[in-house]
């Protein structure tokens, strides 16, 4: 039987030549350029598209997945002269860190208060992984 499916490793682990992102500047606009980010899927591409977009410095923001099998994202931002594309996406990283920071403290605040209060009435604790 032929299966063209990927080792599920392949999908995470970056090969030896290569890297986890690349930039390359767009010869027909100005402050444009493509990254190319490997191993990440619609979850990397969509929320940092998201964080990219409510920058008022960006004037573009896009991305797509050149193939389903391959865990590659291709991301296009065009920016004011105030910035790069480069800078943008720097910013947009930063800030969907801290909010997903900010997600997770949330959460694990959340868990801790309903653990306490069920210790109390007896119940068994939850397993839950820090973020």
Known sequence: MINNRLEPSAHYLLDDEERKI???EDEKQTSCGVFTVNKEDHTFGNITRIHLLMDKRVLFAGYRI???LYAIV???IRTTTETTPIG???SALTNASSELQHIADKFNEALRKYEEENKAAGAGSMEY???
């Open 22 to 24: 690349e930039f390359k």
């Open 88 to 90: 943008a996406m720097e």
């Open 66 to 68: 050149p193939h389903p």
């Open 129 to 131: 992984a820090d973020l």
């Open 74 to 76: 291709k991301m296009k």
